[in-house]
Every structure is written in structure tokens, then in C-alpha cells.
């Protein structure tokens, strides 16, 4: 994880769309930009590049 638990645990707030790759809230059905409701959350750890 990062440097802050509070940054952390609202980042860990987030679905993401997986049609249009658009962040939203935790609760919603739909998706704000493309109204489609194929939602995952979002992945809780930060993994580095290779």
C-alpha cells in the first residue's frame, strides 16, 4: 500500500467500468459516462511496473 491509510481506504472506494474504464462511486449500478452497469471494484493493491 502507499503512504496513507486515509488515501488508501478512499481509493479503495472506487468501482471502475469495465467497458469504458471510468472511475465511480461505490454504490452506483450504472456508470456515469457510458451508462452501462459491468462494474468490478477496484483492485486494492498498488503493483509496480516491470
Not at 471502475?16 to 471510468?22: E, I, L
Request: with cysteine; proline share 4%.
Amino acid at each position: 500500500m502507499g503512504k496513507f491509510p486515509e488515501a488508501d481506504a478512499r481509493l479503495a472506494q472506487i468501482n471502475v467500468c469495465r467497458k469504458c474504464k471510468t472511475r465511480n462511486k461505490k454504490g452506483v449500478e450504472k456508470c456515469r459516462n457510458c451508462g452501462s452497469s459491468y462494474m468490478r471494484p477496484k483492485r486494492r493493491e498498488i503493483r509496480a511496473k516491470k
